[in-house]
């Protein structure tokens, strides 16, 4: 990057907030996904959404590449810079603007810490649901721009549920303002959902407007085991047809149930085929009933094991054994990639059995755990990146989950996002007309491709009305080749 | 429109299903909205996806206009035909293609009615919430057009929170499918929640897949009633205060008051200033609870009266003085303008005195009603649309209401979209950014302005990276004049 490009964004931020050193050039050059990694030329911190806009115009002008970044805790490679980009540093904005208690919303600034949102909203009472495996270092900001679920999302949904407006910059530097403390608003179209779960790609959000909910006046935490998956997957089932919707119904299988032992002892039967956490919360008449049909229900499909959480600090324990999941699997080998094939919940059990199949048939270790209630599973490959013969046969068994996963009317990421790391998938999951309405989107809004380019889809501007075709014509029309 | 058209379009769907007399034009020429018509050249009646995507190939081929249409209940002129125009009529798809109990989904065609729907579900002991004004006549199809609202958007949302996913027809012909029967799922941009409430500018839906709840064990409906606006005003935030979130809470002003009882003899009070209808839902234990907290509220408030509906036929009838207040209304005078602005709910309050104030400096009549608790009013004039002067005075008072609906950071639409009647108003809630963002959506998708065009905003194709200026460079670039 030319010295002049940093000296004028120097004048934008201030000295102090434009870093070029090596050390920090690495520090920002990856994110939690496994594998992919890319220096940038400088990271740059802006104060307010004034400078973000000039830093996206001055982008425009001199042709470099913008890559938002909150915590850095995306597992698809959705802020690993490119040639010739800059990093935009977002986790400075901290600020929790205003939590209105009459219209239940919070306005909070982008780089607010998902947790602490939670701890100061329960303080007066109130509840913002979505809480992803990240939710103590990741911000709003990044969980917005991913759509990120979590353990709640049976019941409460994900963050696209609860983004009531946002004040984002679109990638020519314009400042817009979606979406407002109205519970029903339909002027004009709802591109405050275009901009949720757009990874970076169509807009730095500067203010993100939430809504909240009445914390729930009680909850029980229970934990089911059993000795094989399918007879968990007929409990999870049956609970559903009973039309109980647990706050969080999760499993482990006995791989992770393993793991979690030996990371967190926390008294699990290692020898158990699969654990169920569930938690129902409401009124709490309601949650008794529940509880106690849950339990019915766990016992008539053969559970081994079933404990109820009696205080706050053993729901605490009990979640802990989900909770532990990534970090305790993330133990055994060098590499951990966790992925997110999603399905129908009806399929849970089938697709659980095929990636049990698919690890064998590669001779790999793939754990599985995740949300068993809403279909959104984290088979988990434990291998090293160094071994390119393993690395091979991991890249292919996820191929046939993902493959497998669609068949079922799956998703080939329920939470992570598309990123570098499924780019190659997407064309599995979407016809050409679709895809081609995502990047014509992209195309109108972001003509010379600065903001995060080549994440979800290659970044190739449209000359003629047409894609082009070579290196060569990409770079004739401003686009960038990655 | 060209005989040749006419044969074609006969080729596509069958002769007996291309209307061209007279009567069938005038009879789609017009919707629910008061002053505006125009004739369509013809009447399509397309039975599969397939012909949906010729029809719309020929018009871009042939470069008339296509008006897809359900059951013609919008209030905003969504449907009405432009000049050289055919009318799609979708109204006929009205299966019910499969209802999933396991995964909690209904996948609809577009023409099935809504208030079916609910029969339908809940005779499985499941639950679909939206329930617009119109839900006995109106169509799903229509409903995800216009992310239709309802009495039960406060707790349960609007249409756009129970579509999981969307087959559609783009404006150039070519079939999508997004979305599906994952509760999450982050692969590329969110396109469904676009094409939700795009008012048929977008996409011609022709299969809708619905999410499902368990059906509420137990309601209980109430009816309070005040001296003033104020002193409702009061209860509804109080309600909020202590965390009660009814499935149902409206109000109707004095003026609605007298009309409803004057038409349905229900026996309410007269001189009341104000009216709530309230509905709770739930597990019985917490309905019982709020119900109780509720009654105390409204007394602390001041209410004169207070009744409880003991039956299902009580409940009924108390709700049946909410339904009926458009209809009632409806009988005063000859034209019934029934807006929707929309503020914090916070702001009802002032809002509400604010419309009476307007109402009374123009001497015009406008009854008042609406979704109290989540700030989406129904303020409704009845005038004359053959009194000028008196319609000048209420597109006067129109103005100023959405002006204060937008400075109390409102919405001009809460439920029916901009459509024709509130194109004026659309630069006054959205900057030229963000309106800029919206065309590009539409023109990069609908380069030739075939899908509805001059609904929400005037269609004017891009040329040369500019807007056209005058009638004869957009029609020269293929656009439309309306």
Known sequence: ??????????????????????????????????????????????????????????????????????????????????????????????????????????????????????????????????????????????????????????????????????????????????????????????????????????????????????????????????????????????IIANHITPATLEFLDNTTIKCVEDYAHLGLPTEAGALLLIEVDGHPAQVQEEAEKIEKICKVNRSTDFKVAMTEGEALKLKTARRSAFAALARIKPTTILEDATVPRSCVPEMVEKIQEIAKKYGIIIGNFGHAGDGNLHPTALTDERDKDEMKRVEMAFDEIFDFAIKLGGTITGEHGIGLAKKKFLPKQFNSATIDFMRKIKEVLDPKGVLNPGKIFDFKPRCEGRLPNSREEIEKFGGLWI
């Open 1 to 238: 990057m030319d010295a002049k490009v940093i000296h004028r964004l120097e004048e934008i931020v201030g000295r102090k907030d434009v870093l070029t050193s090596i050390e920090n050039r690495i520090a920002y050059s990856y994110d939690a996904t496994p594998t992919f990694s890319s220096l940038p030329d400088a990271v740059v911190i802006p104060s307010n959404v004034e400078q973000v806009s000039e830093i996206l115009k001055l982008a425009n002008e001199e042709g470099f590449a913008v890559i938002p970044r909150g915590s850095g805790t995306g597992l698809s490679g959705g802020v690993v810079p490119v040639p010739n980009s800059i990093v935009l540093l977002m986790n400075r904005w901290r600020k929790i603007i205003e939590i209105d208690t009459e219209n239940l919303t919070a306005l909070v600034e982008p780089g607010v810490i998902t947790a602490q949102l939670h701890q100061e909203v329960e303080k007066l009472g109130l509840f913002y649901p979505p809480d992803p495996g990240s939710m103590t270092i990741s911000t709003i900001g990044g969980n917005v721009a991913e759509n990120a679920g979590g353990l709640r999302g049976l019941k409460y949904g994900v963050t696209k549920n609860y983004v009531l407006g946002i004040e984002a910059v679109l990638p020519t530097g314009e400042i817009i303002n979606v979406g407002g403390k109205n519970v029903k608003d339909v002027a004009g179209y709802n591109l405050k959902d275009v901009l949720i779960g757009s990874e970076g790609t169509l807009a730095i959000f500067t203010k993100i407007l939430l809504k909240l909910i009445p914390k729930p006046q009680a909850s029980k935490t229970m934990l089911a085991f059993f000795n094989s998956i399918k007879d968990a997957g007929k409990a999870v089932s049956s």
